[in-house]
């Protein structure tokens, strides 16, 4: 990781729930309960940007 990049996991997250974080960049998500596991790279402005706008939705 560079110097400088940060995880950061929502303002409405509870310490116990299931969650996750996401990196600085926008380039890699992580499960909050694993910090030092594996992280999923891809566009994650896209991802948030599909969810928002309800591509997921059934």
Known sequence: M???DTWRKSRYSQN???CVEIRN?????????????SALDGNV???VHA????????
Do not use: E, H, M, Y
């Open 45 to 47: 402005a896209a991802l």
């Open 51 to 58: 969810i928002k706008t309800g591509q997921f939705d059934r």
């Open 25 to 37: 960049t926008f380039k890699q998500v992580r499960d909050s309960k694993s910090p030092t596991g």
């Open 2 to 4: 560079a110097t400088g």
């Open 16 to 18: 116990d729930a299931n």
